[in-house]
């Protein structure tokens, strides 16, 4: 049996899940890819709340355009 990659584990998944949520309302066809870029960043990050989210998102975004 092999190790999972901790970003894959159940509760890293859900925190994923909260994250895509909080940040939905940004889901349009020109910001997807940053949607779920950002999402796996913050969760390979070691990010571990849904804290200050919206703020990174929109600093990621602006960085990336």
Avoid: P
């Avoid at 999972?4 to 020109?30: A, Q």
Wanted: some cysteine; glycine content about 2%.
């Amino acid at each position: 049996m092999t190790d999972l990659d901790w970003r894959y584990s159940y509760e890293r998944m859900k925190l994923r899940r909260e994250v895509f949520l909080k940040l939905k309302h940004h889901f349009k066809l020109s910001e997807a890819r940053y949607l779920y870029e950002f999402c796996h960043n913050w969760i390979s990050q070691g990010n571990t709340t849904i804290d200050n989210v919206e703020q990174e998102f929109l600093n990621f975004v602006e960085l990336n355009k």
